[in-house]
């Protein structure tokens, strides 16, 4: 895990996995499966971590016109969802980071980096 710089939890949320972790048809509607999602991490947070956290959800593909909410920030991929995931890691080096996701090379790319992982059920009921 990161040293705490001080700074809230950055909770970093692979929209696209976690969505994806459930067949419930999202496949139909990508941007509001990715929307519900917004909107469950805005209502609920993230179960079982007290104090501060701040939230990004990162969407790529049909998700990218998905909005940031209070609670929230949405950020869209350029490219590869996984890489500017990675990005975000490396940019807070120092912060405590939690990356949800099940892809196992995107888990292994953020921890050596020193993010902590959590799987999609971290997040999603």
Request: glycine letters at 12%.
């Amino acid at each position: 895990m990161n040293e705490d710089s001080g700074a809230p939890l950055l909770v970093i949320v692979d929209a696209a996995n976690v969505v994806g972790s459930v067949p419930d048809g999202w496949w139909r509607d990508r941007r509001g499966a990715a929307e519900r999602l917004r909107d469950r991490l805005a209502a609920d947070g993230v179960p079982g971590h007290a104090g501060p956290v701040e939230i990004v959800l990162v969407v790529e593909g049909a998700a990218r016109g998905v909005e940031s909410v209070p609670g929230v920030r949405v950020e869209p991929a350029a490219g590869s969802g996984d890489d500017h995931m990675v990005e975000l890691v490396a940019r807070e080096a120092g912060r405590t980071c939690l990356v949800v996701t099940a892809d196992r090379e995107l888990r292994r790319r953020v921890t050596e980096l020193g993010a902590d992982v959590a799987g999609p059920r971290t997040v999603r009921p």
